[in-house]
Nanobody, 112 residues
Framework: VQLQASGGGSVQVGGPLTLSCVAS????????MGWYRRAPGSQRELVADVQDDGNTNYVDDVKGRFTISRNSAKNTLYLQMNSLKSEDTAVYYC???????WGKGTQVTVSS
């Protein structure tokens, strides 16, 4: 199983960006997956995750701005990010920690 994240880049404060994470492996299920980030000088933190039943969780700082979603037919997990702040600058990772799967990160840089 491989998780390939993409969609990172540079964006201005207030702008949008959507991250994608494609999971390889026909038997892979997009459950209990999440997006994590590590900002410079900080520890990795959970940004958002989606449970088997479809319930989602978000870190307080991104509530109302970020949306996690999945497309099982495409084996793809998304993170739609709106109203980006400079504090959102980080390397973002998609992961299924319960199974030990982590993708390589994608850099998001938000500047004014």
């Amino acid at each position: 199983v491989q998780l390939q994240a993409s969609g990172g880049g540079s964006v201005q404060v207030g702008g949008p960006l959507t991250l994608s994470c494609v999971a390889s492996g026909s038997s892979f299920r997009l459950i209990d997956m999440g997006w994590y980030r590590r900002a410079p000088g900080s520890q990795r933190e959970l940004v958002a995750d989606v449970q088997d039943d479809g319930n989602t969780n978000y870190v307080d700082d991104v509530k109302g701005r970020f949306t996690i979603s999945r497309n099982s037919a495409k084996n793809t997990l998304y993170l739609q990010m709106n109203s980006l702040k400079s504090e959102d600058t980080a390397v973002y990772y998609c992961a299924k920690p319960s199974d030990g799967y982590w993708g390589k990160g994608t850099q998001v840089t938000v500047s004014s």
